[in-house]
């Protein structure tokens, strides 16, 4: 996961946030043994002093191939041109301090452009499922072990079939959306008390979509469990 | 009436005299940066000017310089010189350790940071600290005014206790000094200037380039619009009046083969890593920036005498670096090809194993 992040954070030129939890980090797990990485690290677009001189210069942040990713140079490149001030106020497309409305705006969407191309790139989600049940969940990270127990649960204890989606990135893939579509409801179970899976992804979806959501937010400092996550969506189903 | 500025018609054209320039055949106009939009009279411009004239006169290709900052009125000054060179605008206060992963990437690059002393001395001492214990080889330059300028005037870290504020506001917290923090903690190159001492600041700035690890120069920038009033004591007026040099300072480049006869008595000549020499004329009887207690002790006694040190503090020219203790390949990592950097599968396979 480690590689791929840095794959990521080069090719789509953004910081990458890994996500963990107090209980993988501080206690010893069995894992599966690490795999050698099979591709050679992916550095993105980068221009050297030879490619810069027949490009005859470069802009840093101009969007040439429409995915909104500017080519860059790495300091130390020897060309007189090779040169840009990464700078964390307002810049346009030569990385030139710029305080214009329009400047401004035309990298903001650039930067649309470019977080919408990365869903695709990020680690996919997981289905767990027929993906034909009439109930969706949604889950992420390590609530995994205890959303796949539930599954089990349910369908074991009250015949109830669900369909599981594991969320492995944001921004999110088109899977999770046709997920939520395909579904009548989607649970998103996660450990936080706020619900912010379920706000992200409100905040992604259409209107229509983002009211199939069920929040099951939980917090109460320990590892999810099953019957915790079983219990509730009972309840919610009236099962 | 004939204009006297102009040639009489007929006459040729005076031609203009060639521009100077340095040992790569470059004029000052390639280390040039943007126009500055600091106040006029900011310190902070004739710094900029003293740095991209060091750069010039020491023949560094500009390319191979990154520039380096983190926020502030300081912080914006890398977009005033050397266009040439990479910069990165850091996080605030964050800028030490953008630069240590720049440097360590690329240990060919000639690192410059510029901060300044809220960047350094409030939000971002916990980096400060750690790259000057580190040795990090780089010149790291404090634009110190005492005032947070870019938020229209409050007291920093570095503001004297009893000085005042236009509004009468009194600093009553004890000042950081950033020279005294960096001596002891490991940066191998000291030295304290003034943003209107264009001589001194300039053999500073070429000897700090010149040098191998942290070279921290502390340089006092009166903030005209915040910070120059009575009651101030990081005004003009103020180190001016209270400017205690401790030599006469004068750089010797390596490529210029000049030997001058000097009486160690008066003199002290510092070597320094690519063979070019600080030479310091004593002003002060007795004080060796080569000796690092006694540097401490006399930063102390002008902090209570309220005096500015200025000159080279400290120096030690044979410190290790971090690039020494990592034990660095002089190839620059950045550069390297994956099969030099990625390990074989046998070593995966071994931690592996390690852990069944």
């Known amino acids: 996961m480690a590689v791929d992040a840095f794959d990521v954070a080069e090719r789509f030129q953004t910081p990458v946030f890994v996500l963990s939890d107090l209980d993988l980090g501080m206690n010893q797990w069995m894992a599966e043994p690490f795999r050698y990485p099979a591709r050679p690290l992916d550095r993105g677009k980068v221009l050297d002093a030879a490619a810069l001189e027949r490009a005859g210069g470069f802009a840093r942040y101009r969007d040439v191939d429409g995915d909104g990713i500017g080519w860059r140079t790495l300091p130390g490149t020897d060309h007189p041109r090779a040169a840009y001030f990464t700078r964390g106020t307002g810049h346009d497309e030569q990385a030139a301090y710029s305080e214009k409305s329009d400047v401004y705006e035309r990298n903001l969407a650039r930067l649309k452009r470019k977080l919408d191309g990365a869903r695709e790139a990020l680690p996919a989600p997981v289905l767990t499922g027929a993906g034909t049940a009439a109930v969706g969940v949604l889950a992420y990270g390590s609530s995994d072990p205890g959303v796949r127990e539930s599954v089990a649960q349910l369908a074991a204890e009250r015949g109830l079939a669900v369909d599981y989606l594991r969320v492995r990135a944001w921004p999110f893939a088109r899977a999770v959306r046709d997920f939520v579509a395909s579904h009548q409801r989607t649970y998103v179970v996660e450990q936080n008390r706020d619900g912010q899976l379920a706000g992200l992804l409100a905040l992604d979806l259409d209107p229509a979509l983002a009211a199939k959501l069920r929040p099951i937010p939980r917090t109460d400092g320990l590892p999810l469990d099953a019957r915790t996550v079983t219990d509730t969506i009972l309840a919610r189903e009236g099962r | ?356």
Request: with cysteine; proline share 7%; net charge neutral.
């Open chain 2, 1 to 356: 009436m004939a204009d006297p500025k102009k040639p009489a018609a007929g006459a040729a054209a005076p031609t203009p005299a060639a521009p100077r320039q340095n040992r790569l055949g470059l004029t000052v106009v390639d280390y040039k940066g943007g126009k500055t939009t600091l106040c006029a009279g900011c310190g902070h411009n004739a710094i900029s000017e003293r740095i991209l004239e060091a750069y010039f006169d020491l023949g560094v290709p500009p390319e191979r310089v990154a520039k380096f900052s983190g926020i502030g009125c300081s912080s914006k000054s890398p977009a005033y010189f050397m266009t040439r060179s990479h910069s990165f605008n850091a996080v605030h206060g964050r800028m030490p350790s953008v630069a240590t992963g720049a440097l360590l990437a690329n240990r060919t690059l000639r690192g410059i940071g510029v901060s300044g002393d809220g960047d350094t001395a409030s939000i971002g001492i916990g980096q400060f600290v750690h790259l000057v214990r580190r040795n990090v080889p780089m010149v790291y330059v404090i634009e110190n005014n005492g005032v947070y300028g870019l938020t229209k005037g409050q007291f920093s870290a570095t503001a004297d206790p009893g000085s005042t504020l236009k509004t009468g506001a009194v600093a009553d917290l004890p000042a950081i000094d950033t020279c005294a923090l960096a001596i002891q903690l490991g940066a191998s190159y000291v030295g304290r200037s003034f943003s209107g001492d264009k001589k001194q600041l300039s053999a500073l700035l070429k000897g700090a380039i010149a040098h191998r690890g942290t070279a921290l120069l502390d340089v006092l920038s009166p903030c005209v619009t915040f910070n120059d009033h009575e009651g101030s004591t990081k005004s003009f007026a103020y180190v001016k009046e209270h400017d205690e040099p401790l030599q006469e300072v004068s750089w010797v480049p390596a490529f210029e083969d000049i030997t001058v006869e000097y009486d160690p008595g008066t003199t002290v000549e510092v070597t320094l890593h690519d063979g070019s020499r600080l030479r310091l004329k004593k002003l002060e009887e007795g004080y060796d920036p080569r000796d690092r207690v006694a540097s401490l002790a006399r930063l102390l006694s002008a902090q209570q005498d309220g005096d500015v040190l200025t000159g080279l503090l400290y120096v030690d020219p044979q410190a290790p670096t971090l690039l020494d203790r990592l034990g660095l390949v002089e190839a620059p990592l950045a550069t390297l090809p994956a099969e030099r950097t990625r390990p074989p599968p046998a070593v995966l396979d071994a931690i592996n194993d390690s852990l069944r």
